[in-house]
């Protein structure tokens, strides 16, 4: 079993920052994979950014540039830097992990808006 709680969603004007934090806890060996994805309304959910298993950050062509990942394995956590916001970038934001199968946080709300 593997529990993801994220953190850090919220309202911010366009060309704002928001930082997002992702921990996970509970019984596995290892994260294979951790990353974000997002699910804007009436969309489905896709991929903003992920570690793949070699531990090499990949991102979604709509936020590179503007979003950075980074992960601390020594508290099971990772992070998604969000710089230079746009309304295009509001959405659920999931904390994704996999561990022998798919693990998803419950979401965080992002709402860029002036």
């Known amino acids: 079993q593997v529990q993801l709680v994220e953190s850090g969603g919220g309202l911010v004007q366009p060309g704002g920052s928001l930082r997002l934090s992702c921990a996970a806890s509970g019984s596995f060996s290892s994260l294979d994979v951790m990353g974000w994805y997002r699910q804007a309304p009436g969309k489905q959910r896709e991929v903003v950014a992920v570690?793949?298993?070699?531990?090499?950050?990949n991102y979604s062509h709509r936020v590179e540039g503007r979003f950075t990942i980074s992960r601390d394995n020594a508290k099971h956590s990772v992070y998604l830097q969000m710089d230079s916001l746009e309304a295009e970038d509001t959405g659920v934001y999931y904390c994704?992990?996999?561990?022998?199968?798919?693990?998803w946080g419950q979401g965080t709300q992002v709402t860029v808006s002036s």
């Open positions: 570690f793949n298993r070699a531990e090499i950050p």
């Open positions: 994704y992990a996999w561990s022998g199968r798919d693990w």
